[in-house]
């Protein structure tokens, strides 16, 4: 069984910054395309960023792209996402995803592809 975990959310002040992290545990990482996504509150789901699993893919949504990095460590099993230039539309609950059989090279930003998900960890960005 898959498991992921996420951490480094918290409160910053707009124009600051933050990193997030997903420990993944019981799978092979090296494999798996892996997803971040944001949920705000009365909003639906979206798709903020992935990489692929040979980490030469990358994805972002166009609402954080130049502010966000999304990076991957094989000897830990983790993905980050740095999240630079916050502002207060950033704040949501973050979820990290993983993809297990990915298709190709390419970073799905399609929810339905990613088939494990963490608890989320939620990020507040203060105007």
């Known amino acids: 069984q898959v498991q992921l975990v996420e951490s480094g959310g918290g409160l910053v002040q707009a124009g600051g910054s933050l990193r997030l992290s997903c420990a993944v545990s019981?799978?092979?990482?090296?494999?798996?395309?892996m997803g971040w996504f944001r949920q705000a509150p009365g909003k639906e789901r979206e798709f903020v960023a992935a990489?692929?699993?040979?980490?030469?893919?990358?994805n972002y949504a166009h609402s954080v792209k130049l502010r966000f990095i999304i990076s991957r460590d094989y000897l830990k099993n983790t993905v980050y996402l740095r999240m630079n230039s916050l502002k207060s539309e950033d704040t949501a609950v973050y979820y990290c995803?993983?993809?297990?059989?990915?298709?190709?090279?390419?970073?799905?930003?399609?929810?339905?592809?990613?088939?494990?998900w963490g608890q989320g960890t939620q990020v507040t960005v203060s105007s």
């Open positions: 990489i692929s699993w040979s980490g030469t893919d990358t």
């Open positions: 995803a993983a993809d297990t059989a990915p298709i190709g090279v390419m970073a799905s930003s399609i929810q339905s592809r990613y088939d494990y």
């Open positions: 019981g799978g092979t990482f090296s494999r798996y395309t």
